[in-house]
């Protein structure tokens, strides 16, 4: 795992910013304090660092304070497959639980900021703490379904649907965090995005101008303005 040598200012949960995306809003603050204790170790992570790498052991989960991260999985052939995209206010690590072994790596798309929080000491206080752990179920419930998503993406969309449905569920994400549903700065590569969805970097780039020309987006390099939410979601449908 790389990791850098300077420390971050201590920022405590109670305090934090993201607190209502990363944890259960029902703690007191004397159980909050108890997890501050748990998530003293924050430190910066530039891009291209490894939080984890597929076949480690697992000790710890990350919650992503600043910074954008994608999970990969390498081919022995060396392809890569990207198997997610996170941001702040998610948490990395959790496909490791029932295997105490990392499927896949974790890295940085771009300079940021993390809370490592080891997780025999976090299965502990959650059993301590019922909202707590009730918390740890919704996350990997929601990774379960998650998983589930993709699966249907992969499996039964066209190649407008699958760059519709990526687009708006960036839009979610951006705008549970307080920024802008409709501008969008992607951290990730074309490239990149096509190996998640399933799709060649010509097919991902052919469909961005496809969006523009008929007024859903407006595309500049790496910035992308929503300007037809509506229609975009049409490409979704009940989806």
Excluded: W
């Amino acid at each position: 795992m790389q990791s850098t040598s300077h420390s971050c200012p201590r920022t405590a949960c109670s305090g934090c910013s993201l607190r209502k995306l990363c944890l259960p809003v029902d703690l007191s603050d004397e159980d909050t304090g108890r997890l501050d204790a748990l998530t003293s170790l924050k430190r910066p992570v530039q891009r291209g660092d490894y939080l984890f790498r597929r076949g480690e052991d697992f000790r710890s989960l990350f919650a992503i304070r600043t910074g954008f991260f994608k999970t990969q999985v390498l081919h022995k052939d060396g392809r890569e497959q990207v198997t997610g995209f996170q941001m702040s206010g998610e948490i990395i690590g959790l496909d490791a639980i029932s295997s105490d072994v990392h499927a896949c790596d974790a890295v940085a798309l771009e300079d940021g900021e993390i809370c490592e929080i080891p997780f025999d000491r976090l299965e502990a206080l959650s059993r301590e703490v019922p909202g707590l752990q009730r918390h740890l179920h919704k996350l990997m419930s929601r990774e379960i379904v998650r998983d589930h998503n993709i699966m249907m993406l992969l499996g039964s969309m066209r190649a407008e649907e699958r760059l519709a449905a990526f687009l708006l569920n960036l839009s979610q994400r951006f705008g549970a965090r307080g920024h802008s549903p409709t501008a969008l700065y992607l951290r990730m590569t074309r490239q990149e995005i096509g190996n998640y969805l399933g799709l060649k970097l010509e097919t991902v780039s052919r469909t961005l101008s496809q969006f523009q020309e008929h007024g859903l987006l407006n595309v500049r390099l790496r910035e992308v303005e929503i300007m037809d939410m509506l229609r975009l979601r049409s490409f979704v449908g009940g989806t």
